[in-house]
């Protein structure tokens, strides 16, 4: 027979368990965001990731897309600004669901310009694309995300020379 306390503290830890599983699976945005074909994109940094199939325009310019998916937070937020100008498409924006970037980086020079950003919902339609055209050329900030993004794609990682055996 299970004393008065011991029952408590059962059911308590039923409760919690449940509660855990109910915030879960009414948080998969938060807990398990959705994550892009890992044959095409590489990891970037949470929730963020760079397309391999990397475009180079000139010697040291090179074009490449980001995915970053929406969180709980992000897809609110989103919501708020899209309402603030077309309260209508606001309403689409509750299926947020990831956006993709593209970047254009000077290598040598170490600057970046954004060329296009593109939100899609849960079932890849496009949302809203916003072009840039001839945007200005701003500096790779150190420790920034382009700063990481730069590194992945325009800095040859060093290879440590074998030692020659005598």
């Not at 809203?128 to 730069?150: A, Q």
């Amino acid at each position: 027979m299970i004393d008065q306390p011991e029952r408590e503290k059962l059911l308590k830890s039923k409760i919690f368990w449940f509660l855990v599983i109910i915030i879960i699976s009414y948080s998969p945005a938060i807990c398990f965001s959705e994550q892009p074909n890992p044959k095409i994109w590489k990891s970037l940094e949470y929730n963020s990731y760079y397309n391999i199939k990397i475009i180079t325009t000139a010697s040291d310019t090179k074009l490449v897309w980001t995915y970053k998916a929406a969180t709980n937070i992000t897809r609110d937020k989103r919501i708020e600004e899209v309402k603030r100008y077309d309260l209508e498409r606001s309403i689409q924006y509750q299926q947020y669901s990831h956006e993709v970037i593209l970047w254009e980086i000077d290598c040598k020079n170490r600057l970046w310009r954004l060329k296009d950003i593109i939100d899609f919902n849960k079932d890849e339609k496009v949302l809203d694309r916003y072009s840039f055209n001839n945007s200005g050329w701003e500096g790779i900030i150190p420790n920034s995300m382009i700063d990481l993004l730069y590194q992945k794609i325009c800095v040859t990682p060093k290879i440590p020379l074998k030692k020659k055996r005598f």
